[in-house]
Antibody, heavy 118, light 106 residues
Framework: EVQLVESGGGLVKPGGSLRLSCAAS????????MNWVRQAPGKGLEWVSS????????YYADSVKGRFTISRDNAKNSLYLQMNSLRAEDTAVYYC???????????WGQGTLVTVSS | DIQMTQSPSSLSASVGDRVTITCQAS??????LNWYQQKPGKAPKLLIY???NLETGVPSRFSGSGSGTDFTFTISSLQPEDIATYYC????????FGPGTKVDIK
C-alpha cells in the first residue's frame, strides 16, 4: 500500500525557517517525481515545488522561489522541503504528492500544518 | 502562466441529480487536465486524468470531457458521499489548480 507521511510542521515566526519531511513507503520511491502542494486555511490548492526521480529537474512556484528548497534522499525514501524566510502567507497545510507521470498526483499524504505568526 | 477558472464556485443539488462543473484554461492545454475531489479535512483524491480517463477504483458516475481550453466534469447521479470540493488541474507547463467548486446537497 502506498503511504506518504509528512512531518515537521509547526508554529514559526515570520522570517524563520522550517524543514518538512515526507516519508514514502509501498512503492519504488526512486522511480517517481515528487511534489509539494499547499493549501492555506479555507483556500484552494497551490502547487509549490517538484523534483524528478533523480533530482535532476527541480521546479518552484514563483511565490516560493529563492526561499524554499526541495530535495530528496532515495536511500531513505524521503522527500524534504526546506523553507526559509517564512511569511504569514506561507501558512498552510503542506501535502507531499506522488507524480505518476506529467504532474498527475495519484497519491497524497495527510498533510502537515505550517503556521507563520508572531 | 496558465490561468484556470472554474464555474460555478459552489452549487447545491439533490441526491440523484446530474451535476456539471466547467473548467477553462487561459490557453490551449490539449488534454493535460486532471480532476480531484477533496473532502473536508482530507487530502485531495485523483478522480479523472488526461481530461477523460477514470482513475482506477473511482465510481463510473464520475466523468470528464474536453480538450484545448474548455473542460467539463460530470457526476451523473449525485450521492451523499460526493459532498466535497472539486478542483481541476492543468499540467501543460508547471502544474496549476483551478479555484475549486464546492458541491453540497440541497
Amino acid at each position: 500500500e502506498v503511504q506518504l507521511v509528512e512531518s515537521g510542521g509547526g508554529l514559526v515566526k515570520p522570517g524563520g525557517s522550517l524543514r518538512l519531511s515526507c516519508a514514502a513507503s509501498g512503492f519504488t520511491f526512486s522511480s517517481y517525481s515528487m511534489n509539494w502542494v499547499r493549501q492555506a486555511p479555507g483556500k484552494g490548492l497551490e502547487w509549490v515545488s517538484s523534483i524528478s526521480s533523480s533530482s535532476s529537474y527541480i521546479y518552484y512556484a514563483d511565490s516560493v522561489k529563492g526561499r524554499f528548497t526541495i530535495s530528496r534522499d532515495n536511500a531513505k525514501n524521503s522527500l524534504y522541503l526546506q523553507m526559509n524566510s517564512l511569511r504569514a502567507e506561507d501558512t498552510a497545510v503542506y501535502y507531499c504528492a506522488r507524480d505518476r507521470s506529467g504532474s498527475t498526483f495519484d497519491y497524497w499524504g495527510q498533510g502537515t500544518l505550517v503556521t507563520v505568526s508572531s | 502562466d496558465i490561468q484556470m477558472t472554474q464555474s460555478p464556485s459552489s452549487l447545491s443539488a439533490s441526491v440523484g441529480d446530474r451535476v456539471t462543473i466547467t473548467c477553462q484554461a487561459s490557453q490551449d492545454i490539449s488534454n493535460y487536465l486532471n480532476w480531484y475531489q477533496q473532502k473536508p479535512g482530507k487530502a485531495p483524491k485523483l478522480l479523472i486524468y488526461d481530461a477523460s480517463n477514470l482513475e482506477t477504483g473511482v465510481p463510473s458516475r464520475f466523468s470528464g470531457s474536453g480538450s484545448g481550453t474548455d473542460f467539463t466534469f460530470t457526476i451523473s447521479s449525485l450521492q451523499p458521499e460526493d459532498i466535497a470540493t472539486y478542483y481541476c488541474q492543468q499540467y501543460d507547463n508547471l502544474p496549476g489548480f483551478g479555484p475549486g467548486t464546492k458541491v453540497d446537497i440541497k
